[in-house]
């Protein structure tokens, strides 16, 4: 069994070093400043650690399951941030991380993906398998539109908005159920189609099919012994909790002397470093010409941020100081409508010009900008 990459290690070292400084900035009473640069440093990094460790045990359940795994696991770091901000007080910043994730990976990561992608292309048209960035659409259409339902009479002031808590609860459970219905059979034709294809090497694959996460194409088979793998795991989601806790301590401070919000903190900080594996593997893959894989380790982790991360600590919230809900600021809404539909109108048809990747990341942009000053 072949062992890390000497490159690998050296991230490992990196990311480790990181850690250590944001620890001792944050007790040894740092600038508030360096004490979040390296918190936010060290986050990233321990989001990066964290999805080579499910990747290596994942490896082992087959591309879906990994995929699956690593969508839902890789997002350890902005669980624990919205889980201490809950806990802090920090309300919009932990509804804020969240919404972060959808935009960041559905606007400025996806939008990136297609620029780099139609560039690879002779003809300047990025094109990949349809079926399987419609599936996830279609989920992220739905929990979306559910999202969205609960939160307009919950900040319109109708009855409803008087139960705010009680309606979120209702909206969270149905969104688990969604996913539930959507992933357990994802998984399970993924395998099947698997079985098929060594029974019967001839049998031509699904485009329903899902595709293999970075690092699984071929026969390369996992580089860690699975102990190795979950000590790994372990260590990098322990990390992540304390990381967690030093990032939101030094936040405020840190925003205010920036002058920035702490809406512009969930937006844009907390959504870029807590996805940085996703930003990384998706630019990477459609810079090789692999565009089906690209598409879909973007539109898969946006799916899952909102049909299983966003209700689960909806959920988790009720067990902390502060609560989390789905009644959403105007804006939000608004901008995750638009969201939902440019995705849609973007990655629909199996191609995608350059100009479709500039117009997303000039959403996400704009978005931005908003929230800086919200």
């Known amino acids: 069994m072949a062992a890390l990459s000497r490159l690998e290690r050296l991230w490992l070292i990196n990311v480790a070093a990181f850690t250590v400084f944001a620890g001792v900035a944050r007790y040894a009473g740092a600038p508030a400043l360096l004490a979040f640069a390296a918190a936010t440093a060290a986050l990233a990094g321990q989001a990066w650690v964290v999805s080579l460790a499910v990747h290596?045990?994942?490896?082992?359940?087959?591309?879906?399951?990994?995929?699956?795994?690593?969508?839902?696991?890789?997002?350890?770091?902005?669980?624990?941030?919205?889980?201490?901000?809950?806990?802090?007080?920090?309300?919009?910043?932990?509804?804020?991380?969240?919404?972060?994730?959808?935009?960041?990976?559905?606007?400025?990561?996806?939008?990136?993906?297609?620029?780099?992608?139609?560039?690879?292309?002779?003809?300047?048209?990025?094109?990949?398998?349809?079926?399987?960035?419609?599936?996830?659409?279609?989920?992220?259409?739905?929990?979306?539109?559910?999202?969205?339902?609960?939160?307009?009479?919950?900040?319109?002031?109708?009855?409803?908005?008087?139960?705010?808590?009680?309606?979120?609860?209702?909206?969270?459970?149905?969104?688990?159920?969604?996913?539930?219905?959507?992933?357990?059979?994802?998984?399970?034709?993924?395998?099947?189609?698997?079985?098929?294809?060594?029974?019967?090497?001839?049998?031509?694959?699904?485009?329903?099919?899902?595709?293999?996460?970075?690092?699984?194409e071929g026969a390369e088979g996992p580089r860690l012994a699975l102990s190795a793998a979950v000590v790994m795991l372990v260590a990098a989601g322990v990390a992540s909790a304390f990381v967690s806790d030093w990032f939101i301590h030094a936040l405020q401070p840190s925003l205010t002397q920036l002058h920035a919000s702490q809406a512009f903190a969930g937006i844009v900080i907390v959504a870029i470093a807590g996805n940085a594996v996703e930003n990384v593997a998706g630019i990477v893959l459609a810079g090789r010409g692999q565009s089906d894989l690209a598409i879909s380790v973007v539109k898969n982790s946006v799916s899952q941020v909102a049909a299983f991360l966003f209700p689960l600590l909806v959920l988790v919230s009720l067990l902390l100081s502060s609560s989390l809900t789905f009644a959403l600021a105007p804006t939000y809404i608004g901008a995750l409508l638009l969201t939902v539909l440019a995705v849609w109108q973007v990655t629909n048809d199996g191609e995608a010009a350059a100009f479709e990747g500039y117009s997303l990341i000039a959403l996400y942009v704009v978005l931005a900008a908003v929230t800086l000053y919200q």
């Open 56 to 216: 290596q045990v994942g490896q082992r359940f087959g591309p879906a399951a990994t995929g699956v795994l690593q969508s839902t696991v890789g997002n350890l770091p902005e669980f624990f941030v919205v889980v201490f901000a809950l806990n802090a007080g920090d309300v919009v910043v932990a509804q804020t991380a969240i919404l972060g994730s959808v935009f960041a990976n559905a606007l400025l990561v996806l939008g990136l993906v297609i620029v780099v992608g139609a560039r690879q292309a002779s003809d300047g048209i990025m094109r990949f398998k349809p079926r399987l960035p419609q599936d996830t659409t279609t989920l992220l259409i739905l929990t979306t539109f559910i999202i969205v339902l609960v939160s307009v009479p919950l900040e319109s002031g109708e009855p409803a908005g008087r139960h705010v808590q009680s309606v979120s609860i209702v909206a969270a459970v149905a969104l688990l159920a969604v996913y539930l219905a959507w992933v357990i059979p994802y998984v399970r034709n993924e395998e099947r189609s698997r079985a098929t294809q060594r029974t019967h090497p001839d049998t031509p694959t699904p485009d329903s099919a899902a595709p293999s996460e970075p690092g699984t």
